[in-house]
Nanobody
Framework: QVQLKESGGGLVQAGGSLRLFCTATRLTFNNYIMAWVRQAPGKEREFVAA????????LYADSVQGRFTISRGSAKNTVYLQMNSLKPEDTAVYYC???????????????????WGQGTQVTVSS
């Protein structure tokens, strides 16, 4: 069974930066996209960013465009999320997600991805 493991969350002041990491293990296939989806207390899951199989294409939510950068490691099973200029409204649990195939989109629903990580908490204080 594929496993996704996130790390890098924590507490930071507004305007600060954090870098999230996600590694997928027990993979038996290629050609998949990786994404970050977040969920704040009392709110629905929200798409944050996604990166293509080759790493050359990315998508972002409007709310993080220009502040967050998603990238993929050379081994392709690792994805990073560099978060700059953090705001209190970025506070959420951040989930790493994997979907088989090559299509990038801004989906956030659980059923739209094949695998999910357990999540890592990001808290931004004002």
């Amino acid at each position: 069974q594929v496993q996704l493991k996130e790390s890098g969350g924590g507490l930071v002041q507004a305007g600060g930066s954090l870098r999230l990491f996600c590694t997928a293990t027990r993979l038996t296939f290629n050609n998949y996209i990786m994404a970050w989806v977040r969920q704040a207390p009392g709110k629905e899951r929200e798409f944050v960013a996604a990166v293509s199989w080759g790493g050359e294409s990315t998508l972002y939510a409007d709310s993080v465009q220009g502040r967050f950068t998603i990238s993929r490691g050379s081994a392709k099973n690792t994805v990073y999320l560099q978060m700059n200029s953090l705001k209190p409204e970025d506070t959420a649990v951040y989930y790493c997600a994997l979907r088989k195939g090559l299509t990038l989109n801004r989906n956030s629903r659980r059923e739209e991805y094949n695998y999910w990580g357990q999540g890592t908490q990001v808290t931004v204080s004002s």
